[in-house]
């Protein structure tokens, strides 16, 4: 198998709140919009995302809490930025021993993105 693209699908009640929420502080760009979804991508490795409208006659079914990962460069200039511009940030800034740094946010519909860098031990000023 070779994979050569993947996208991460998101069955949510309010799509253009999550629209909203990756394209002003994540960067994504709307590829595609129709009534049913929102397709939305980024020029760089990221992962797309589609995002579903959740049928709202149908009961909700939430089995586990969806999180999607970055890893990105410079993220204490990234966690500025994202302080200055309001986002929903839900953990912190904060450095782990074995080098990994990570913040949280969370979208309008409880999406949590983690954003992580791997820092090798002492060689990065601490983030917190």
Known sequence: MNIVASTVVFTVDDPAGSRHFFTTYLGFREVLATPDFTWLSRDDAATDILLRQRDL????????????????????????????EGAPITRQLRRKPWGEALMRLTDPNGIVVELTEWIAPGGHPDVG
């Open 57 to 84: 006659e149908q009961p909700r079914e939430r089995i586990a809490q969806p999180v999607v990962a970055f890893a990105v460069t410079d993220l204490a200039k990234e966690y500025e930025r994202l302080s200055v």
